[in-house]
């Protein structure tokens, strides 16, 4: 099987900064794979670089066979065309309503009739809870359905490859739990590619065919959720079980840090 | 000392950056602006909300304006006994400095801070990366419209305040100081050239460029900022910077404007 997402040896910077280094995965077909990571371990990073929302140092992305790193603004609508993004916090127009927002892309990029945009959008609200919310505007709805409506909008171009980020950041443990069964069924129904983004380990189990974990811009293991589980790297564990990090504090730089004087200067 | 200078470098690079970063953005603005499909529909909303919604407020300022001009040159051409000039000073001064100027202001406070604070927190919140995801042009789709709309509306507001400066004027001379009414509008006939009318038609239209673009410039690119723009905070400091940094453009530019055309 070719894989649909396909990252070879991925180096970025911000700055100076070196985020994210030696990156190397790939994502196949159908399955729904989860990216791992504490907070600063460059995970958000990495979703942009995937999206193409930014341009990596070195190393290239290519999805659905296409290098992403080096493609026209055109060629790279062309081919966003074909996913699907649900970001964060819905990220819907508030000037829009909740309906408007999901008929978006059919506006812009089909001709089909203003029925036909509709009773489609609509079918995706429907899929996500949703329906009767489509003459209400963003502002009215709750965090969770916020999350809802924007995977209805990623959703309604019917894509192949889903990105969702962190769908149950900040949401009760009963609507995360009913926003991974719709994960789950997306990618059983429509046989949807899938690539979640989060820090919930009980989702990520959940939800995960395979895991891969980033920490401070590498990545450390990926594997099923079994083979990830089962690893006894120190910081995929201190991950899992909630550990503090007990970073190995170098005396020198701890004191460059606080005092900003190089202490060997002094 | 080092340390001046390593600021003073920091800071000059750190403006070279954002000026080409504007240019940039301005250029890109109008390539998208320039090429079909138009957005009629959003253009007109811009429209709506730029020009229309200002427009109480531009003739409240511009008849003030104008009685408060013709106050002043009523008093300083009375010492001179030539008081049949009133009515030109007012609409020359009206035409070709006051109404772009304050109009241009009165939008950037009014519009132009909308503009800047909407883009800057639909920057924060993702939604114009969820439009680039979504393969739509946030340039085409977001900037484009409100760039046209202020190349549009600004000249037809100033062209407001000036029909109502001039009633403002002629209010206060003619009506309250009783100088002649024939006097007043004769004077402005013979003054008044097409030239006059070209400078503040110029300026306005380069002023409503200014204005949408340096505004909406500063929110798109609030992620950008040297110092970090997070939430409410980043925004409301990213908008007030706008307003300040489109303000004193469009006084510079007027001085430019003027020095090159008179």
């Known amino acids: 099987m070719d894989a649909v997402i396909q990252v070879t040896d991925l180096v970025t910077h911000y700055g100076q900064r070196r985020i994210l280094d030696g990156i190397e995965l790939s994502v196949l077909p159908r399955e729904i794979l989860v990216i791992m990571g504490g907070s600063g371990s460059g995970k958000s990073t990495f979703l942009r670089h995937l999206l193409g929302l930014k341009k990596p140092s070195s190393g290239t992305i290519r999805i659905l066979g296409q290098d992403i790193t080096g493609l026209s603004r055109k060629q790279l609508y062309a081919l966003r065309k074909q996913i699907g993004v649900a970001f964060q916090g819905g990220a819907l127009f508030g000037s829009l309503t909740v309906g408007e927002n999901v008929e978006l892309p059919l506006r812009e990029h089909t001709r089909l009739d203003e029925d036909t945009i509709r009773i489609m959008a609509r079918m995706k609200l429907e899929m996500m809870n949703l329906s009767g919310f489509d003459t209400l505007m963003p502002s009215e709805l709750s965090g969770g359905m916020l999350k809802r409506a924007g995977l209805a909008r990623a959703l309604v171009m019917d894509p192949r490859i889903l990105f969702f980020d962190e769908p149950s950041a900040g949401l009760d443990p009963v609507v995360a739990a009913e926003l991974d069964e719709l994960i789950l069924k997306l990618r059983d129904t429509l046989g949807m590619t899938i690539v979640v983004v989060t820090h919930e380990l009980e989702s990520a189990f959940k939800i995960a065919d395979r895991i891969t974990v980033l920490d401070q811009g590498r990545l450390v293991i990926t594997g099923t959720v079994d083979e990830v589980r089962a690893t006894d790297n120190e910081r995929v564990q201190d991950l899992f079980n909630r550990r503090p990090r007990n970073d190995a504090v170098d005396r020198d730089a701890y004191l460059h840090r606080l005092t900003g004087y190089r202490h060997d200067a002094l | ?262």
Request: charged share 15%.
């Open chain 2, 1 to 262: 000392m080092i340390n001046v200078l390593h600021r003073l470098g920091d800071s000059s690079l750190g403006f070279v950056e954002q000026a080409g970063r504007l240019l940039l953005f301005l250029l890109r603005a109008i390539a998208s602006a320039a090429r079909p499909p138009y957005r009629w529909q959003a253009l007109l909303r811009q429209v709506h909300f730029i020009g229309a919604r200002s427009a109480l407020v531009i003739l409240v300022a511009g008849f003030f304006t104008g009685m408060v001009l013709s106050l002043q040159f009523y008093d300083t051409l009375v010492r001179f006994g030539s008081v049949s000039l009133l009515g030109s000073a007012v609409a020359l001064a009206m035409i070709r400095e006051l109404a772009p100027v304050l109009t241009a202001l009165v939008v950037i406070g009014r519009a132009g801070s909308a503009i800047c604070s909407e883009i800057g927190i639909m920057r924060s919140q993702e939604q114009i990366d969820a439009l680039e995801c979504m393969a739509v042009d946030p340039y085409r789709y977001l900037l484009a419209p409100k760039l046209v709309a202020g190349v549009i509306s600004v000249p037809l507001l100033t062209s407001l305040f000036i029909m109502i400066g001039i009633v403002g004027g002629w209010f206060v001379g003619v009506v309250l100081f009783g100088v002649s009414e024939a006097a007043f509008f004769q004077g402005m006939y013979e003054t008044v050239t097409l030239h006059d009318i070209r400078m503040g038609f110029t300026k306005s239209l380069i002023f409503g460029l200014l204005v949408v673009w340096i505004t909406s410039a500063k929110g798109f690119f609030l992620h950008l900022e040297r110092y970090g723009a997070h939430g409410a905070e980043g925004v409301s400091r990213v908008t007030t910077d706008a307003v300040v940094i489109a303000s004193i453009s469009v006084l510079c530019a007027d001085y430019l404007i003027s020095a090159i055309m008179l």
